[in-house]
């Protein structure tokens, strides 16, 4: 394995999670979560952990043994969730996640049934880590398996990521409250794309929340839970995505009265 060093557009980014996206104060416990090929980033992130006075520290995260036990292992096994990682879960004020593999496809072969089972019974955790009080931030780390996933050269896909954390954040997030100012309490919201998108809803009594970069980096969204009855028509997501090892893509959703029906 090749762990890439870092440039000063890592030590960059790594330092907009701290200062800005979580804000890690002096005393608080900081977990930092990744796979060995952002080694050197997580490394970058823990040192400015210390910096602030705070206490880091670092889960290595290893692709193959997860690969192997949902192989191999017994529904016992791979549902099983140990006590040290709820205790450190209760004990962290942040928690960071790198996202960064050298292989983004790793549990492409195996059965959903135990990805879906594997990730329920993680459930519980998601929400320690989610709790009120406690912040969290998911950073994408550049890498080739990244790149290649996206079709871009290592380069282009660094100045991808780069160019979209490099930003303004305090004029990114009045634009995106300005988004939400006039989408809460929406009676009617249409999402149009010509031959793939067609859907109609309502957010009426639903306001919604922003991702200025305290949530994802890169940031840039407005989520919102429509009115579950009133989401009618058809969207197409047809980009493919990684996530957790798996990929997603080519997928089209079709409701009627907030049902999915096809």
């Given at each position: 394995m090749i762990i890439p060093q870092l440039n000063y557009r890592a030590k960059n980014l790594a330092k907009t999670v701290i200062?800005?996206?979580?804000?890690?104060?002096?005393?608080?416990?900081?977990?930092?979560?990744?796979?060995?090929?952002?080694?050197?980033?997580m490394q970058e992130l823990a040192r400015q952990v210390v910096d602030k006075g705070a206490h880091p520290t670092i889960q290595i995260l290893n692709p193959e043994l997860?690969?192997?036990?949902?192989?191999?292992?017994?529904?016992?096994?791979?549902?099983?969730?140990?006590?040290?990682?709820?205790?450190?879960?209760?004990?962290?004020?942040?928690?960071?996640?790198?996202l960064a593999s050298e292989n983004n496809q790793y549990l492409r072969d195996i059965d959903t049934a135990k990805l879906i089972l594997r990730k329920n019974s993680r459930q519980g955790l998601f929400k320690i880590v989610?709790?009120?009080?406690?912040?969290?931030?998911?950073?994408?780390?550049?890498?080739?398996?990244?790149?290649?996933?996206?079709?871009?050269?290592?380069?282009?896909?660094?100045?991808?990521?780069?160019?979209?954390?490099?930003?303004?954040?305090?004029?990114?997030?009045?634009?995106?409250q300005n988004i939400k100012h006039i989408l809460d309490g929406a009676s009617e919201v249409r999402i149009e794309v010509p031959g793939s998108t067609d859907l109609r809803f309502s957010l009426e009594g639903r306001g919604g929340c922003i991702d200025d970069g305290h949530i994802n980096l890169p940031g840039g969204e407005v989520f919102y839970g429509p009115v579950e009855v009133s989401v009618e028509g058809f969207?197409?997501?047809?980009?493919?995505?990684?996530?957790?090892?798996?990929?997603?893509?080519?997928?089209?959703?079709?409701?009627?009265?907030?049902?999915?029906?096809?």
């Open positions: 200062d800005y996206s979580t804000e890690v104060k002096a005393g608080e416990v900081v977990k930092i979560v990744g796979e060995l090929v952002a080694w050197e980033f997860e690969k192997y036990l949902l192989e191999q292992g017994k529904e016992e096994q791979y549902g099983h969730v140990f006590e040290h990682e709820i205790t450190r879960a209760e004990e962290s004020d942040v928690h960071i996640r790198v989610n709790s009120w009080g406690k912040r969290t931030n998911t950073v994408i780390f550049p890498t080739e398996a990244g790149a290649s996933s996206n079709n871009l050269s290592k380069r282009d896909y660094e100045q991808l990521i780069y160019s979209a954390t490099e930003v303004n954040w305090t004029a990114i997030s009045s634009y995106l969207i197409t997501f047809p980009y493919s995505q990684f996530q957790n090892g798996y990929q997603i893509g080519g997928i089209r959703f079709e409701y009627k009265e907030g049902n999915l029906i096809n």
